[in-house]
């Protein structure tokens, strides 16, 4: 990045290279924010030391036998982050109920909220169920405005996780009863 901007400030002038050297450094700072955006992704089945579980957790974690993927996002989230959002849930596709936990997540944009309407089409495509748990007053209204909870009912959404593990580990037993019964 210097030497172009260097090769500019020579060959050309040194307006032009200021301006391509900001250009290149905003893309460089974009490219370091997405990297700590994606670094904060959070996406388990089984308890896991990194996914920093309560003891309940962990317990109804395990209990639920792969069938429940938490996916812990946090930090604002960013159009760079939507795509490689979506690239660690594809990594996943043996789950009934995807759980989504915005709990530290301060804003979502625009494509971040398509990524979550996609995640949660995904579980519900597959015949699963998709949970919200924490999600802010402005990240709430940001997914409602961007249409990307009419596919999550209102008792799927909750403001801490460790109801909604509880809801998720019911409809995984009940699943589990029905299907013995068939």
Not at 14 to 35: D, E, H, K, P, Y
Not at 152 to 157: G, M, T
Request: hydrophobic residues 50%; contains cysteine.
């Amino acid at each position: 990045m210097i030497f172009t901007v260097l090769f500019l400030t020579v060959f050309v002038d040194l307006i032009t290279a200021v301006a391509i050297g900001m250009i290149m450094a905003s893309m460089v700072f974009m490219q370091r924010m997405v990297n700590l955006q994606l670094d904060s992704i959070t996406a388990i089945t089984e308890p896991h030391p990194e996914a920093q579980l309560a003891e309940e957790e962990e317990e109804i974690m395990q209990e639920a036998g792969g069938r429940l993927l938490l996916f812990h996002l946090s930090g604002p989230m960013s159009f760079g982050a939507a795509k490689g959002t979506a690239r660690r849930l594809a990594g996943f596709d043996q789950y009934d109920i995807l759980l989504i936990d915005l709990t530290d997540v301060p804003q979502v944009d625009f494509t971040s909220s398509r990524a979550i309407d996609d995640m949660v089409h995904d579980a519900v495509d597959k015949g699963g169920h998709a949970f919200l748990v924490g999600a802010r007053p402005a990240v709430c209204s940001m997914l409602i405005r961007q249409g990307a909870l009419w596919m999550v009912p209102e008792d799927h959404r909750f403001q801490h996780r460790l109801p909604a593990l509880r809801h998720a580990l019911k409809l995984i037993q009940d699943k589990a009863a029905s299907q013995e019964e068939s």
